[in-house]
């Protein structure tokens, strides 16, 4: 994103930052706008003025600043990742959050990113190594957050994410028995809007790959603790899936709906 502390009225500064910017002046500038012609004379550019009464695309620069949401489709992907607000579902082991972030995801229409952690451990563990390392956990939040800024120019308002480099911090806590200044850094540099917490109280099941019951009642302590401590709004989901969906949805909902970060309510969101 450009820092915004140019004069938006003055042509010639925004003609010179143009060549600039590119390393030469373009051959043609094409813009739907009055101040055209001078922006593209100073550039010793041809000017190409495009539907300006704009009645085929009935949109303009100042509406997209203005609500970035009402007006997705003109976003480009990497300025949709800046914009995209982040929900990123957490929990202790066999608690849902898988199942609640995919639900959750197709309710919204958007795309999820699935936890990194669990691909690691299964190639992990395959290989007979069972002792963990906090540069592991380094690789992890670091994997995590890069998938999860990649997946946010894809989302639609919102990204769902299946945990984050948040958890991983407990997680490192949890099997190395330390805390990690460069877990904890990554953590801090990442970016969430909402937290949910998945209850556990539903039935254990044990995969394989899973620590024990009473391990999960101590994590799900911890998470809440951490959360506490933390100032991103969260709220912990309890009951059956389609309870904790609902919630999901409505927790969602509550938050951005006096905001000017409120997404255009797609069809689905109708039933909230």
Request: glycine fraction near 6%; proline fraction near 4%.
């Amino acid at each position: 994103v450009i820092d915004d502390r140019y004069d938006e009225n003055d042509s010639r500064v925004w003609a010179e930052n143009t060549v600039r910017w590119l390393g030469r002046a373009p051959d043609a500038v094409f813009t739907s706008e009055d101040y055209g012609d001078p922006y593209s004379a100073l550039m010793g550019s041809k000017h190409i003025l495009v539907d300006r009464p704009r009645t085929r695309v009935t949109v303009s620069g100042t509406a997209v600043r203005k609500d970035p949401f009402a007006n997705w489709e003109y976003l480009e992907p990497v300025v949709r990742g800046w914009f995209a607000r982040r929900v990123c579902i957490v929990g202790a082991e066999s608690t849902g959050t898988t199942t609640l972030a995919k639900a959750l995801a197709e309710r919204l229409e958007t795309v999820w990113v699935e936890e990194f952690g669990r691909e690691y451990t299964e190639r992990k563990l395959a290989g007979n190594d069972p002792t963990w390392r906090s540069e592991e956990f380094i690789h992890i939040a670091r994997e995590q957050t890069r998938l999860e800024d990649k997946a946010a120019r894809e989302a639609n308002r919102i990204l769902v994410c299946d945990t984050n480099a948040f958890a991983t911090v407990l997680w490192h806590r949890c099997y190395v028995g330390t805390h990690s200044a460069q877990v904890e850094e990554i953590a801090r540099n990442g970016r969430c809007d909402l937290y949910l917490l998945t209850g556990d109280e539903i039935p254990f099941v044990q995969d394989g790959l899973r620590d024990s019951e009473p391990i999960r009642h101590e994590m799900h302590r911890w998470f809440e603790a951490a959360l506490a401590r933390q100032q991103v709004p969260w709220k912990t989901l309890r009951g059956l899936h389609e309870e904790r969906l609902r919630e999901a949805l409505r927790s969602v909902e509550s938050l951005f709906n006096d905001s000017a970060w409120r997404p255009k309510t797609p069809k689905t969101m109708l039933s909230w």
